[in-house]
């Protein structure tokens, strides 16, 4: 089962990770912060070396973007972000696990200060979200 664990952010100014850009994130010592990256590389290489990491992307500043919208005339392009909100898109993982059930447990472990993560199933053609 593979899911995508987005992560939502407001870093200001925009940079990765996200948490040590955050009000929240900069409001921690920088004991905590070293202790929460170093627990975030444990993560990753238990995920790396039990086969469930797939892929992980870091998304750059939203203000980067450009959005494109259908038209009957054709696309129309204009400056991003796509959205004038508080958080944006940071980045994503996607995880091939064996149930529901370890996707929550592993999703939960990448909420970090000033962030707020989403776990959704990714689809397949075929599959049951269909």
């Given at each position: 089962m593979k899911y995508v664990i987005l992560i939502h952010s407001n870093p200001?100014?925009?940079g990765h990770p996200t948490e040590h850009y955050t009000a929240e994130?900069?409001?921690q010592s920088p004991e905590d912060r070293e202790r929460a990256d170093k627990a975030f590389?444990?993560?990753?290489?238990?995920l790396v070396a039990s086969g469930e990491f797939v892929t992980a992307e870091a998304l750059?500043?939203?203000a980067s973007a450009t959005l494109y919208r259908w038209t009957p005339d054709g696309h129309v392009?204009?400056?991003?972000p796509y959205a004038e909100t508080k958080?944006?898109?940071a980045g994503f993982f996607l995880v091939?696990?064996?149930s529901p059930e370890r996707a929550q447990e592993i999703a939960a472990q990448f909420v970090g200060p000033g962030s707020a993560v989403e776990l959704r199933p990714a689809m397949w053609g075929g599959g049951p979200d269909e």
């Open positions: 200001e100014p925009w994130g900069r409001a590389d444990v993560l990753m290489e238990g750059a500043d939203p392009a204009t400056d991003g958080e944006h898109l091939d696990v064996a």
